[in-house]
């Protein structure tokens, strides 16, 4: 029902920021709870944030609490995770992901959409 292409990854040096968008088609996107993924290599897929349809409420894992931050704009049909202080250990592939459940979630099997993921590489 909700297609999401990501963009905005790249390569970025340790201490940088880079913002991540996740453009959604679809009349129900506002309606959506969404999420950020991560996989490493040889790694399973990892939660990283959510946010709920409105907007006013927010998860992250503890790994990038305090530095990550997740937002929508539901105008625009896009989600952002702003990423700060970045680490090697936060290189992996994206995944921006929707929730038809409207609640904010870490369980990647409340996910009914996923995008086609987004490298970010993060050198020392």
């Known amino acids: 029902q909700v297609q999401l292409v990501e963009s905005g990854g790249g390569l970025v040096q340790a201490g940088g920021s880079l913002r991540l968008s996740c453009a959604a088609s679809g009349r129900t996107f506002s309606s959506y709870a969404m999420g950020w993924f991560r996989q490493a290599p040889g790694k399973e897929r990892d939660f990283v944030a959510t946010?709920?349809?409105?907007?006013?409420?927010?998860y992250y894992a503890d790994s990038v609490k305090g530095r990550f931050t997740i937002s929508r704009d539901n105008a625009k049909n896009t989600v952002y995770l702003l990423m700060t202080s970045l680490k090697p250990e936060d290189t992996a592939v994206y995944y921006c992901a929707a929730s038809r459940g409207r609640f904010a979630t870490r369980e990647y099997h409340d996910y009914d959409s996923w995008g086609q993921g987004t490298q970010v590489t993060v050198s020392s």
């Open positions: 946010i709920n349809w409105r907007g006013a409420n927010t």
